[in-house]
């Protein structure tokens, strides 16, 4: 929807703006793209009305109008320009195409309109004068030159274009710096990495618009098209866009920039065919039957009922924006925050009404590096209430050990009897071990202080965050566990535990709420807490790193145990690197051991499956760990294939279900938009419509308000309760193909056909497979088809890897993948293995940049008081609190001028669809036998 390039030569920007700028996407006979000129910045350069060639091409230049120097700085290689591409959804396009009603077009230009004057207001650049000198500032400038030319259709396929409205708004790289009284280059980096906002101000004011004119949208998932235009017509005429997907499912799995790049790189040639009134011709034969007069009905639908009202009001978006945002993290970013709001009220917000609302809200602002971050007063008060409980439990409490019971096992080094003695012998209701990857926190910390307990007659109770890692700290301590979900709610076992030493594993897992419920729960029951983790590893899936913060900002004595037992030699020191936070220092201890191999074509993947099957072959434990599914799945491929080469694999396979889970926020299992037909949603507690915890539902549709059906059987078919989405989960249905010798990971917590209970991350291997799906693996356990909760086991993400420990761990780390890559991604990685790890990348530079940031949160505490720094932030460097203001009137002369100018848009000038040229193609598809396919 909307897409930045830029520039980097002024001849080849010049080029650009004579045969791609000014000129239609497509020839056609007698039509010209004339730009117009936009910005404060153009008005300062008295620039304004049609754009001439000769001031467009002195600005790309570096030079005014009238010939003098622009920027100060003149470099060869300078970005000239930035071209911020606007696409109209493929809806509006080919209801203007079909109607010619310009109205349409109008729109998509005030739309585009509205989003740049919001870049405009954001435009920064460098601080380079003055007390505030330093190359890391930037200053806003609220101004900048640019032209809009809009184009009306995509590049031609098999000599003739699709429709598609889009704007390209060409933005001179020059800004006027107020304080220092000079133009200077503008520093986009802030509006790149906002540009989603951008892009739902412009989608925002476009649905409006589309309201106004009395065409209902409708949101789907991520964006909205207009309703009652069926898929099937769209795709018809989405040929370039299926050109491209096709291209970039052949190379993987493409971000939209990519994808973006990938477009220019793949489009024909300009033609120049036909006249401009031949193209609706043209549009319209393609047309099938019935559709003409569905598209007439639209429009004469449009035409009674005017102007829509709102379903959605901007308080209820706001809400959902935040909701959303803050589930996973203490702190967001504001755009990204309005961005979803945006979307969720796509036709019925609009950014001047939300930035109002935003202003009154209550919540807690921040800025790191420009960028405004903010987070709510109730996440505020609950970092601070837990910091609080465990500032409480400090000297409150006797030593826990008697001093007559000694370490047992003499192997342990002293770093873990330290940790040992710490749990022991203090005084503090809330006890933390911090170790790092590799050190035997749980087989020899946790085990040793346990049985020390144990033989004093402490009773003591232990717990972890995922099912998986129970089963392990069961197994190690030699004693039940449970996972810490359990003894959250369960209210019972709360009382039972009155006075015990409560033990958790990977605490650095628990999100703040859930930690500042289990210092209450401590608290209450005259308990003590063990916390152990590992804060340099992967965080809670929930909001906020609550272990870091404890240990950083409520003063507890922290017991470290940092030498590493899993790994030995220069392997191991190259761990111990990286745990220590040098990322470059181990990464070239890596590559001297060359464990680190560049393969720069695909290869490396087929490289990494072969690892895989020769250390299987040898009897090894072996896993692959990359960065994003797509690559995981790619490796799978070549692993199964190995497998199946070496007769480890059956020929045979039998697709069974697969319940992949959609991760939704609870904003997002709200959002009625979101759901479509086939998916499974899951109940985790007793819902409304006779459904029980455990049961599943399937999406049928929905009904006539637009809410999702579910179905449980073929008698008890209901609207699903959004209401109690903080109940159920949802997932996506796909085939997931099996054969006799598959190694297959448990996805989810659930109990096998004898009630077994099988725990996330458990791995089974496949004894056989019958052909209607019912699976029976080699340790006894059997499975039905319907199953679902599994997926194939030799490769993973780094978060799901997060507590295995192998004998080889292979990593494959793409630069495509780069954007999931982090430091704690790379720690979690390469700290799998015992004995061997092997790395391959297409690029070594790019890969060790990429592992080079942080993926740690911040916290709601760090924001408030200013210390919220790059790392800790979704992005950024240095942090400041700045005061709230009023959003709402800063843009309010704007938006009240470009409300009247939406008011303008006439009513006149739909043109209905001739039923002659309908008739006539439909004969023509009915003699090819090709069937209406409404």
């Not at 606007?86 to 080919?94: C, D, E, G, I, T």
């Not at 990359?626 to 497998?643: C, F, N, V, Y």
Request: charged share 25%; with cysteine.
């Amino acid at each position: 929807m909307l897409r930045l390039t830029k520039s980097r030569s002024s001849s080849g920007a010049a080029n650009y703006f004579r045969n791609s700028l000014r000129s239609a996407d497509y020839y056609l006979e007698g039509k010209d793209v004339g730009g117009e000129w936009h910005g404060v910045g153009a008005a300062r350069l008295g620039l304004a009305g049609k754009v001439h060639d000769k001031d467009f091409i002195a600005l790309l230049e570096n030079r005014t109008p009238q010939g003098a120097k622009l920027t100060a700085r003149d470099r060869a290689n300078r970005v000239p320009m930035i071209d911020f591409t606007f696409n109209a959804p493929k809806s509006v396009s080919l209801l203007w195409a079909l109607t010619e009603d310009e109205r349409l077009a109008t729109a998509h230009k005030l739309a585009v309109s509205e989003a740049m004057a919001e870049v405009e207001a954001n435009m920064e650049t460098r601080v380079r004068k003055g007390r505030h000198f330093n190359t890391d500032n930037v200053r806003k400038t609220g101004n900048i030159i640019w032209a809009g030319f809009h184009h009306d259709t995509a590049r031609p396929i098999d000599g003739y274009p699709d429709p598609h409205l889009h704007t390209h708004a060409a933005v001179i790289n020059a800004t006027w710096d107020d304080e220092e009284r000079q133009w200077k280059a503008v520093q986009i980096g802030n509006i790149a990495a906002e540009r989603e906002y951008y892009e739902a101000v412009y989608l925002a004011s476009l649905a409006h618009q589309m309201k106004r004119l009395g065409f209902a949208v409708e949101r789907k998932g991520k964006w909205w098209d207009l309703a009652d235009i069926p898929k099937t017509m769209l795709d018809r005429y989405s040929r370039r866009t299926k050109e491209i997907e096709d291209k970039a499912a052949e190379l993987g799995d493409l971000s939209a920039a990519q994808k973006g790049a990938l477009g220019v790189m793949t489009r024909d040639a300009k033609d120049e065919a036909l006249f401009s009134s031949d193209l609706h011709a043209v549009w319209k034969s393609k047309l099938r039957f019935g559709e003409s007069e569905r598209i007439n009905g639209l429009v004469r639908k449009a035409e009674r009922q005017g102007k829509i009202g709102p379903t959605q009001t901007v308080t209820s978006a706001w809400e959902h924006g935040l909701s959303h945002a803050l589930e996973r993290q203490s702190v967001a970013h504001e755009k990204k925050v309005m961005s979803d709001a945006l979307r969720f009220g796509a036709g019925d917000v609009r950014v001047g009404d939300l930035k109002a609302v935003a202003s009154l809200s209550g919540i807690v602002r921040g800025q790191v590096n420009g960028r405004d971050v903010v987070t709510t007063k109730d996440m505020l008060a609950k970092e601070q209430e837990m910091i609080a409980l465990a500032r409480r439990g400090k000297m409150a409490c006797r030593a826990l050990g008697h001093g007559n019971y000694e370490i047992s096992k003499d192997y342990l080094n002293d770093k873990q009897r330290a940790a040992i003695q710490h749990i022991w012998n203090s005084r503090d209701r809330v006890m933390v071990v911090q170790g790092d990857a590799g050190v035997g926190k749980t087989a020899g910390v946790l085990a040793e202080a346990v049985n020390g307990l144990h033989a004093q007659g402490i009773k003591t109770a232990s717990f972890a965050p995922a099912s998986g890692a129970v089963s392990e700290l069961e197994r190690e301590v030699n004693a039940p566990a449970y996972t810490l979900a359990r003894l959250l709610v369960d209210e019972s076992l709360q009382r039972e535990l009155r006075g015990a030493v409560l033990v958790v594993d990977e605490a650095g897992q628990i999100g703040v709420r859930d930690m500042c419920t289990l210092l209450h729960i401590a608290e209450d029951n005259a308990c003590r807490l063990v916390l152990t983790g590992d804060t340099k590893q992967h965080g809670a899936v929930a909001a906020g790193d609550a272990l870091r913060l404890l240990q950083e900002r409520a003063n507890l004595n922290t017991a470290q145990v940092q030498e590493i037992v899993r790994q030995k030699g220069a392997y191991k020191q190259a761990v111990d690197t990286i745990a220590k936070g040098d990322l470059k220092g181990g990464w070239k201890q890596l590559d001297a051991l060359g464990a680190i191999k560049e393969i720069a074509s695909e290869e490396r993947f087929t490289q990494a499956a072969n690892d895989y099957v020769e250390a299987v072959a040898k009897g090894q434990s072996a896993l692959v760990v990359a960065p994003t599914h797509w690559e995981k799945d790619k490796i799978t491929g070549g692993i199964r294939s190995g497998l199946r080469a070496k007769k480890a694999l059956s020929d045979d396979e039998t697709a069974v279900l697969r319940l992949k889970d959609t991760r939704w926020t609870e904003a997002q299992r709200r959002d009625a938009s979101n759901y479509e037909a086939g998916m499974v949603v899951k109940a985790f507690q007793n819902m409304p419509h006779g459904v029980t915890r455990g049961d599943r539902m399937t999406i049928m549709g929905r009904d006539d308000n637009g809410q999702p059906l579910a179905r449980t059987d073929a008698s008890n078919i209901f609207a699903l309760p959004l209401d109690k989405a903080s109940d159920f989960k949802v997932y996506e249905t796909e085939a997931l193909p099996l054969s006799s010798g598959d190694l297959v990971r448990v996805t989810e917590q659930a109990k096998d056909l004898s009630g077994k209970k099988l725990v996330t991350g458990q791995l089974l291997s496949v004894k056989s497979i019958s052909k209607n799906g019912h699976m029976s693996f080699e340790n006894g356990i059997e499975l039905s088809p319907s199953f679902g909760h599994l997926d194939y086991g030799y490769c993973s993400t780094s978060y799901s890897s997060q507590g295995r420990t192998v004998d080889t761990v292979i990593a494959s780390m793409s630069e495509q993948s780069s954007p999931a890559m982090s430091s704690q991604q790379f720690y979690v990685t390469v700290s799998r293995g015992k004995s061997n790890i092997r790395i391959y990348t297409d690029d070594k530079d790019a890969t060790l940049e990429a592992i080079s940031k942080s993926g740690a949160r911040g916290s709601a505490i760090e924001l408030q008081d200013g210390s919220l720094s790059s790392d800790l932030a979704p992005t950024g460097r240095n942090s400041r609190v700045q005061e709230q203001t009023d959003f709402g009137l800063r843009y309010r002369a704007f938006h009240e001028a470009r409300a009247e100018q939406s008011h303008a848009i006439g009513r006149a000038g739909a043109r209905p669809i001739d039923p002659a040229i309908a008739a006539r193609q439909h004969a023509a598809y009915s003699s090819q036998g090709i069937e209406n396919d409404l």
